[in-house]
Nanobody
Framework: QVQLVESGGGLVQAGGSLRLSCAASGRTFSRITMGWFRQAPGKEREFVAGISRGVGISTYADSVKGRFTISRDNAKNTVFLQMNSLKPEDTAVYYC?????????????????WGQGTQVTVSS
């Protein structure tokens, strides 16, 4: 089992930037595929971005391509989500997820471990 702790959320104006972090423990981090999901009020939790174990192949939801960047620092057991050009519709609780699969998945059910989430609010 992997323990995950997100940080970096907050309130930002539209057009601004935030960097989310997710610290992992419990398994060898370099062997874990990581994902970011988000859930807005009244909506389903949706995939945002994922990065594979090993070489770090990344994938993104269409809604964030070109604005968000996922990265990982295996020495620090941390995955990051750099969010630029934020929009009010990006407002949500952002969750970090982990699994031993080889490549990131956009399916929530494919991830075994989850963090508690961090709130991101984008004002217009």
């Amino acid at each position: 089992q992997v323990q995950l702790v997100e940080s970096g959320g907050g309130l930002v104006q539209a057009g601004g930037s935030l960097r989310l972090s997710c610290a992992a423990s419990g398994r060898t981090f370099s062997r874990i595929t990581m994902g970011w999901f988000r859930q807005a009020p009244g909506k389903e939790r949706e995939f945002v971005a994922g990065i594979s174990r090993g070489v770090g192949i990344s994938t993104y939801a269409d809604s964030v391509k070109g604005r968000f960047t996922i990265s990982r620092d295996n020495a620090k057991n941390t995955v990051f989500l750099q969010m630029n050009s934020l929009k009010p519709e990006d407002t949500a609780v952002y969750y970090c997820a982990a699994d031993l699969m080889s490549l990131p998945s956009s399916k929530r059910s494919d991830y075994a471990d989850w963090g508690q989430g961090t709130q991101v609010t984008v004002s217009s």
